[in-house]
């Protein structure tokens, strides 16, 4: 439309129902302060995590009194965990372990009563969520039970 | 032709234009407040808009490998995502929500950053429980972003614009040891809602998220 000189501003609504400015001197500019939702095929990268170490820190320590030959297996936290295993081993310390407690969800384990005349080896493995589960800890150090008092030492 | 004449008709002239000028005003504040009200309108993947004189472009949302995420995903947990948004357009866009796809749709498991060989054992299929955090079993939900991200007009600073979004990402608890030390694709937005015109863009790299 044209008028007395200068520039007029028409109205050019589009397809989408957003406004756009055309001068008459054919520069446009979008208004502000409209709003579409544009559906555009995204992507996006996240990343996870390692298999959790193998706790440190295992250690075995006769459960006073020791008569109880009871002994109790201790680890340092690890992040994330779910939960704990604790194994044994009744031959040496890198005999064959079994595993005697599981879905601990503390940093430590005691055992029940042992028994007599037997030497104990400790290994924890930790678990984060179901499926990641660690290699296991080092051994603890050798605990023995004793039919006589002491009844469990630490040799 | 008479000074009366002449002067009569330069002022039916710029009464007319002034007449014009107001009805045109008229028109055009109704439409620009029809403009302004926030609405939401859905379309097909790689549409445009088409108007007289400029398209409204789609943005381009991609996943980039740096900045590398150091928050990670372990089973029963989130982690950081990392994006790049480039914006065609010839003017700022500012990004205030997104929408997620349903919390059954999972990511894909890779071996590197590069995204282009698969983890064995860590597929959607498998699956790897990997999912966007707070989605639903809805498609399409709507989740704002914390602080509104623009991006810079084509050609201009801060386009594209990285983005790190922390914790949006979410492991399932009984996510298969293979998705261990993975990197993963993550499901496609459905959408995003978007404002065009001036505004001040955000610096890259920016760091952001949604909560709910």
């Known amino acids: 439309m044209k008028g007395r000189r200068g520039t007029l501003l028409v109205a050019a609504p589009i397809a989408l129902g957003s406004l756009l400015l055309v001068s008459s001197t054919g520069a446009a500019w979008a208004a502000t302060n409209w709003t579409v939702t544009l559906h555009t095929a995204s992507s996006a990268e996240a990343h996870s995590q390692t298999v959790p170490s193998a706790p440190t820190g295992a250690t075995a320590a006769c459960n006073a009194p020791t008569t109880a030959r009871t002994i109790k297996v201790s680890w340092t936290a690890v992040t994330h965990a779910t939960t704990y295993t604790v194994y044994d081993s009744t031959t040496s310390a890198t005999g064959t372990y079994t595993s005697i407690a599981t879905g601990v969800t503390t940093t430590s384990w005691t055992s029940g009563t042992l028994n007599a005349g037997t030497n104990y080896w400790f290994e924890v493995t930790v678990s984060v969520g179901s499926n990641w589960t660690s290699a296991k800890s080092s051994a603890t150090a050798e605990s023995t039970i004793n039919t006589l008092s002491p009844f469990c030492v630490q040799p | ?212």
């Open chain 2, 1 to 212: 032709m008479s000074r009366a004449t002449h002067a009569n008709r330069s002022f039916r002239y710029t009464r007319r234009t002034k007449i014009v000028s107001a009805v045109c005003g008229i028109l055009l504040a109704g439409v620009g407040a029809y403009a302004a009200t926030n609405w939401v309108v859905g379309l097909n993947s790689g549409s445009s808009g088409e108007g007289q004189s400029a398209a409204i472009s789609n943005l381009t949302i991609s996943a980039v490998a740096s900045p590398s995420a150091t928050n990670l995903m372990y089973p029963g947990g989130n982690g950081d995502v990392v994006v790049t948004i480039s914006n065609p357009n010839p003017y700022p866009v500012t990004i205030t929500a997104v929408q997620l796809p349903t919390n059954a749709t999972y990511a894909t498991g890779y071996t590197t950053s590069a995204l282009t060989t698969q983890q064995a054992g860590c597929l959607a299929a498998t699956p790897s429980q990997v999912t966007w955090n707070f989605s639903t079993a809805t498609t399409g939900t709507s989740h704002t972003l914390t602080t509104a991200l623009t991006v810079g007009a084509s050609g201009q600073a801060n386009n594209p614009l990285a983005v790190t979004l922390t914790n949006d990402a979410s492991m399932g608890a009984t996510t298969p040891a293979a998705c261990a030390s993975t990197y993963f694709s993550m499901p496609s937005f459905t959408g995003v809602t978007a404002t065009g015109g001036a505004a001040t863009s955000t610096t890259t790299p920016a760091t952001d998220s949604w909560t709910s």
